[in-house]
């Protein structure tokens, strides 16, 4: 079956950077869009950043120019680098594939950016 499994998370002080990964099994990753999602305390869930099979991203504005999303197809893993980090990145941020006709959501990484 679809497995998502999220890594990385952590505590950062403001400015800092983390490196997130997602390994994923269960599908031909290699044809598939992986999104980033994030939720903040009390806020809904939000895309981040997506990366298609051909390697095209997609960035919320929010992000833009500070995270980089990334897939190694050999290894069935999507990362997300977030450089210059602020407080409001602070959430669960979650790996997603929409595969096999649903939704697949892997359990979320706590990131924190505090000094």
């Known amino acids: 079956q679809v497995q998502l499994v999220e890594s990385g998370g952590g505590l950062a002080q403001p400015g800092g950077s983390l490196r997130l990964s997602c390994a994923a099994a269960g599908f031909t990753f290699s044809s598939y869009v992986m999104t980033w999602y994030r939720q903040a305390p009390g806020k809904e869930r939000e895309l981040a950043a997506r990366?298609?099979?051909?390697?095209?991203?997609n960035y919320a504005d929010s992000v833009k120019g500070r995270f980089t999303i990334s897939r190694d197809n050999a290894k069935n893993t999507v990362y997300l680098q977030m450089n210059s980090l602020k407080p409001e990145d602070t959430a669960v941020y979650y790996c997603?594939?929409?595969?096999?006709?649903?939704?697949?959501w892997g359990q979320g990484t706590q990131v924190t950016v505090s000094s």
């Open positions: 997603n594939v929409y595969a096999l006709s649903q939704d697949y």
């Open positions: 990366i298609f099979p051909a390697g095209t991203t």
